[in-house]
Structures are given as C-alpha cells and as structure tokens.
C-alpha cells in the first residue's frame, strides 16, 4: 500500500498506544515516519512494532533529525513535513516552522481545547495548514476500566482513533479547527 508516499510525517508525544497506531498506519501506507520517543523502553517497543522504516528519536535529538531531513541546518528555514501528530498544542509550537505550507496537524489528546484547536488553526490558515483534533474517550488500555461502556457497548482501539486521526490530516482536506469526538457515542460528560 502507497497511500502515504511521498508524505513526511512526525509524531510526537504519547507513542504507546494512539501515537504507535498512527506511526504503523502511515508506514504501512508508505511514508516516511519520524516518532518521538522518551525511554529506552519506548524505543525498543517502537523499533520492534515498526521495524527499520520509521526514524525514532528522543525529544532531545528531535531538532537535529529534522534538520538532517529537510536539508536545513541549526536553525534554518521551513522544513519538510507534510503531517504533524501530536498529544499537544505546546508540543507543536516549536515544531511550526518544519511544517510545509498545505500539510496538516491532527492533536490527539482526550481532551483538547476547542479553542486552542481554532486559535492555531487561524493562526495557520493563511499558510494552508490545516489544524484539527481527534478527542479519544473510551480507548482500550492494559489495566483501564471504563464504566459505563459507550452505546456503542464496548471499549474502542487506538487503531480505530488513529483512523479517524489520519482521515482529519489526509482525506479532510477542507476541514480546518474541528475536534473529532471518537468514544463510542459517549459524548461530552
């Protein structure tokens, strides 16, 4: 499968379950992958789900790697990436100028602020970057209980978020400052 070639993507943040799901979709489809990670633990968990395809790197060597992708130096200019996952808004300030005009940033945080979203996706509109929000509820995870279960009936997956997630940033493409609820029919508490 192609469906991401010739597509950069960076995630960055929570990489053990949604941040990983993305990361293993956007291989599979072809893309070049560049994942954050903050532990040895993490490291050896992504490398052996991802294989050699994806880059994975620590927050402290991300500067460095993407200026080695995008052929900038220290500092330099706008970069190469097409498609920016991250758990946060604070995380993606500083990574604003590796983005190229037209790519896509998708949050994916439980809760992201609708306003934040909107803010930053104003704020990039005029660079045709696109600023969107999955909102998880009710995903899986070792150990976590979820009472009452949505109306849907069961727990989701984080291939399932990371879905809709890769759906905002690729198939989206006129749809800019919308947070995407993915939790079964639960809605807002």
């Known amino acids: 499968?192609?469906?991401?070639?010739?597509?950069?993507?960076?995630?960055?943040?929570?990489?053990?379950?949604?941040?990983?799901?993305?990361?293993?979709?956007?291989?599979?489809?072809?893309?070049?992958?560049?994942?954050?990670?903050?532990?040895?633990?993490?490291?050896?968990?992504?490398?052996?789900?991802?294989?050699?395809?994806?880059?994975?790197?620590?927050?402290?060597?991300?500067?460095?790697?993407?200026?080695?992708?995008?052929?900038?130096?220290?500092?330099?200019?706008?970069?190469?990436?097409?498609?920016?996952?991250?758990?946060?808004?604070?995380?993606?300030?500083?990574?604003?100028?590796?983005?190229?005009?037209?790519?896509?940033?998708?949050?994916?945080?439980p809760t992201p602020c609708p306003d934040a979203v909107r803010a930053l996706a104003a704020e990039l509109a005029a660079r045709g970057i696109r600023v969107n929000a999955v909102a998880p509820g009710c995903i899986e995870a070792p150990g976590a209980r979820t009472e009452p279960l949505p109306p849907l009936g069961r727990l989701g997956a984080a291939e399932e978020v990371a879905r809709a997630a890769l759906f905002l940033a690729t198939e989206a493409t006129f749809t800019t400052g919308v947070r995407f609820p993915v939790d079964g029919g639960l809605g807002p508490p």
């Open 1 to 109: 499968m192609t469906k991401y070639a010739r597509r950069t993507a960076l995630v960055v943040g929570e990489v053990t379950g949604i941040g990983l799901a993305i990361a293993k979709r956007l291989v599979e489809g072809g893309a070049t992958v560049l994942l954050t990670v903050r532990t040895a633990h993490e490291r050896a968990h992504a490398i052996a789900e991802l294989g050699s395809t994806a880059r994975v790197v620590t927050p402290d060597t991300l500067e460095a790697a993407l200026a080695a992708q995008s052929g900038t130096g220290p500092g330099g200019g706008e970069g190469r990436v097409d498609l920016l996952f991250s758990d946060a808004v604070a995380t993606v300030q500083p990574l604003l100028r590796h983005l190229k005009g037209g790519s896509a940033i998708v949050l994916t945080a």
